[in-house]
């Protein structure tokens, strides 16, 4: 039998290249497809490699009968319908390990841009102005550092913060406080002790029912005056209206944003023309080294599984 495997996102042509060498599979991996395209495509195919661009929804999953399949080129599956998917008996895969470094490692730099204005200063510069008062910042050492989701990337931004010297304290319902303590981190009973809490905050949990909007006008108002919020994880995890309006009047002293409820976000998303925001368009995994082992992996994740019946990663709907 002969595999058709569909790409309709860019991925790393060291994956397709790797599956186009199998005889038992057909790769179509254009890049970049339009939803129309994918549609016409998505009829023959037996298994998917997306990223984040392509959402495999109801209507999606209508036109595919003979999908088996899916691959997440990284961690988050919020962009896969899972439970209709799993109904369908069709078997989804992530790749949660592949862009740990580069997220933890941009969650830094946005921190550092957030603390000491890094964005604002170089726009005012560029302008032609000199203004040195403006821009004074915070340094992080003895500050608090509130982690939301004490998985992979968690983990990593908190060693990362301990050469900061700052105190790490995160909320995970699913980590232990002694696995917690072995990465450095505080944990808290609750989140509204890490909201009470930090000074900067961070997020890197998953969307789920309990997390959507979990940055929202009740929790805000329980965080620190001018605490500092980092999101390079999913932007439906915050109530956009809440946070700029949080930000508006001060409770919230800046936020640095690399992710979206919808991507690319329209003009008149209301965060988007605040001065103490910053934003980057979903940059956190985009090094050459994560999205070669995320592409890699999903791929070899497809041939093992698809050839060998060999599934690894596979995400349930819990």
């Known amino acids: 039998m002969t595999w058709h495997i569909l790409v309709p996102d860019n991925v790393n042509r060291r994956a397709t290249d790797l599956l186009a060498a199998i005889p038992d ?18 009829g023959s195919a037996h298994a998917l490699i997306i990223r984040s661009a392509t959402t495999v929804d109801a209507e999606l999953l209508a036109a595919a009968p003979k999908l ?8 988050g599956v919020d962009n896969v319908d899972l439970e209709a998917a799993l109904a369908r008996g069709i078997i989804v895969v992530n790749t949660p390990g592949g862009n740990t470094i580069s997220t933890a490692e941009y969650t830094l730099a946005l921190m550092l841009a957030l603390a000491r204005h890094i964005p604002q200063g170089h726009a005012s510069l560029s302008a032609g102005n000199w203004d040195r008062v ?10 608090t550092l509130g982690i939301i989701g004490m998985g992979r990337i968690g983990r990593e931004v908190a060693a990362r913060a301990g050469a900061f010297d700052m105190v790490c304290i995160g909320y995970d319902p ?10 450095g981190i505080e944990k808290q009973d609750s989140l509204e002790q890490v909201f009470a809490r930090a000074d900067f905050l961070t997020l890197h949990a998953l969307v789920t029912p309990e997390t959507r909007h979990m940055i ?24 956009e209206t809440a946070l700029t309006a949080a930000l508006q009047s001060g409770q919230v002293a800046g936020a640095a944003v ?17 001065p103490n925001v910053i934003h980057t368009p979903h ?22 599984g698809l050839l060998r019946d060999d599934w690894r990663n596979v995400v349930s709907s819990d």
């Open 25 to 42: 599979f057909r790769v179509t991996a254009p890049g970049n497809m339009p939803r129309n395209e994918v549609l016409a495509e998505i």
């Open 216 to 239: 929202n006008a009740t929790s805000l108002e329980l965080m620190k005056p001018g605490i500092r919020i980092i999101n390079a994880a999913r932007g439906a995890l915050i109530d």
């Open 134 to 143: 403006a821009f004074g910042g915070v340094e992080l050492q003895g500050l």
């Open 68 to 75: 088996r399949a899916i691959a997440r080129a990284g961690v």
């Open 174 to 183: 699913y980590v232990d406080a002694r696995s917690a303590h072995t990465a």
């Open 283 to 304: 940059l956190a995994a985009s090094t050459d080294g994560a999205q070669v082992r995320v592409a890699i992996e999903a791929a070899e994740l497809l041939r093992d």
């Open 258 to 274: 690399d992710v979206y409820p919808e991507e690319p976000p329209p003009v008149d998303y209301p965060l988007l023309n605040l």
